[in-house]
C-alpha cells in the first residue's frame, strides 16, 4: 500500500524528453536557430533520473552538458527530431516535447554555400512549415497505443493586450491534446538562458493549475512531480 504521504515516484517508468533548440540548415554552413540553451530540458532529465525514471534525452542543440545516468541521442533539425522521437516513443510512459521547434525551416537547402554575387544585392530566403511534432504524436496514439499515454508540452508565452499567459496557456493545451502544459512567460530577461524560471503546470482533466518559481532544476522536480501522479493515475 502506497504511503498517501510520500512522493510520487518514477520508479520503472520510462520518460522520453527533448530538450534544446533545433538549427534548421540554411547552406552548408548556416542555420536559423534559436535562443534556447537546453537549460530547463536537462533538468527535466536529471529530476526524471532523479525520481527513478529510465530517462531517454533527445537532445538538439544543447549549451549545456547532458546528465549522466540517460540515455542520449541526437537530432538537429526539426525534421530529424521527429524522426528520433518516433524511433522512440513507443514504450515509454511519458514524452516530454521540451524542445524548442523551429516552426518553419528554409525551403530548400543549397548544396554549397551562399555566396554574396555582387555589391549590393542579397538573397530572399523562403521558409516553410515544419511539422508540429508534439500534435503528431497525439493524434497518432488513435492508432498506435505503444505511444506514450502522457504528452507533456511547453509553451513560453508573452501577454498582451489580447490575453495573459495562462489564456494563452488554456487555449494552447486545448489545440494541441496533450495532458499537461507547462507554460512559462518569457520576455526579454526571462527564461532564455538563465539559470531561473516561473511555470505554471496546466492540466487537461481540469485539475487546477500549479505555479513553482525556482531555479530550472527546482521548477523540473515540480513538473516531474505532476508528472509522476498523472502516470500513476493513467494506469491506477
Ligand atoms: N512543438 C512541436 N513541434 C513544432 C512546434 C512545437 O512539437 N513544430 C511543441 C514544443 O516542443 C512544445 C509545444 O509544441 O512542447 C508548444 O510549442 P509552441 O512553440 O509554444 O507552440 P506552437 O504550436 O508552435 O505555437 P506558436 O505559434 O505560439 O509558436
Ligand atoms: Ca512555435
Given at each position: 500500500i502506497q504511503d498517501l504521504l510520500s512522493e510520487p515516484t518514477l520508479a520503472g517508468r520510462r520518460v522520453l524528453i527533448t530538450a534544446g533548440g533545433t538549427r534548421e540548415p540554411l547552406d552548408p554552413v548556416r542555420f536559423l536557430g534559436n535562443r534556447s540553451s537546453g537549460r530547463q530540458g536537462v533538468a527535466l532529465a536529471q529530476a526524471a533520473r532523479d525520481a527513478g525514471a529510465q530517462v531517454t534525452l533527445i537532445a538538439t542543440h544543447l549549451e549545456v552538458p547532458a546528465p549522466h545516468g540517460v540515455a542520449l541521442v541526437h537530432a538537429s533539425s526539426a525534421l530529424e527530431l521527429r524522426e528520433a522521437v518516433f524511433a522512440h516513443?513507443?514504450?515509454?510512459d511519458a514524452l516530454i516535447m521540451n524542445a524548442a521547434v523551429a516552426d518553419f525551416r528554409p525551403a530548400s537547402i543549397e548544396g554549397s554555400k551562399i555566396k554574396k554575387r555582387d555589391e549590393h544585392s542579397a538573397p530572399v530566403i523562403e521558409l516553410v512549415r515544419n511539422p508540429d511534432i508534439l500534435a503528431e504524436v497525439v493524434s497518432a496514439r488513435g492508432a498506435n497505443d505503444?505511444?506514450?499515454p502522457v504528452v507533456v508540452g511547453f509553451a513560453a508565452e508573452t501577454g498582451d493586450e489580447q490575453g495573459t499567459v495562462l489564456d494563452y496557456g488554456k487555449a494552447k493545451l486545448a489545440r494541441k491534446g496533450c495532458e499537461l502544459l507547462v507554460v512559462n512567460e518569457v520576455g526579454?530577461?526571462?527564461?532564455?538562458?538563465?539559470d531561473s524560471n516561473t511555470i505554471q503546470v496546466l492540466f487537461a482533466d481540469g485539475k487546477p493549475a500549479v505555479s513553482a518559481a525556482g531555479s530550472k532544476i527546482e521548477v523540473a522536480r515540480v513538473v516531474i512531480e505532476q508528472l509522476a501522479a498523472e502516470i500513476n493515475g493513467h494506469t491506477a
Open positions: 516513443a513507443e514504450g515509454q505503444r505511444l506514450p526579454a530577461n526571462l527564461t532564455f538562458g538563465t
